[in-house]
């Protein structure tokens, strides 16, 4: 068996230090995430990636959507940044959903706290495909999402 199963369609989950798991044969914590499509009819539940700015109070978690439309003339490239003041905190994102309207559409960077920081993940958006959630070393992170003209493409993180 497992020391700790967790089974989550939103996260927010925390096992922190003071946690302890013992006697489970090396077996640890098994962290099932479902990745399901998100109810766009509620769109304002979900923050626009693009047009959101950083704010060192916003309340997490948050879900956010970076678009890009189908008759767009110019490729997209929008930059978000989020920290907390706290320094004692960490960042996880889930890639919950996303779809191109051709494989390779638009792309998602993300990087420890800032530009300069240790990549974390960098990868073109695949239609049917859930790349790995990424945990930040420390109180901020920063992510990048670019996309192509005239190519539908978007993601929930």
Known sequence: GYGVYVNTSTGSVLINE???????????????FHHRQPDRSASDTFQDFCAG??????????????????????????????????T??????????????????AMVEVRDRDQWGDLLTKFELRNNTFPSSVVSRGNSIWIKFTAKSHKLSFIFM
């Open 18 to 32: 003071s946690s302890s798991v013992r006697e489970n044969t090396a077996d640890g914590v098994k962290y099932n």
């Open 88 to 105: 004692n905190f960490v960042f996880t994102v889930h890639f919950s959903y996303m779809q191109a309207e051709i494989n390779g559409a």
């Open 53 to 86: 700015a950083s704010n060192p109070n916003q309340a997490y978690p948050i879900v956010t959507v970076a678009t890009q439309d189908k008759y767009s003339f110019n490729d997209l490239s929008c930059v978000r940044s989020f920290y907390i003041k706290k």
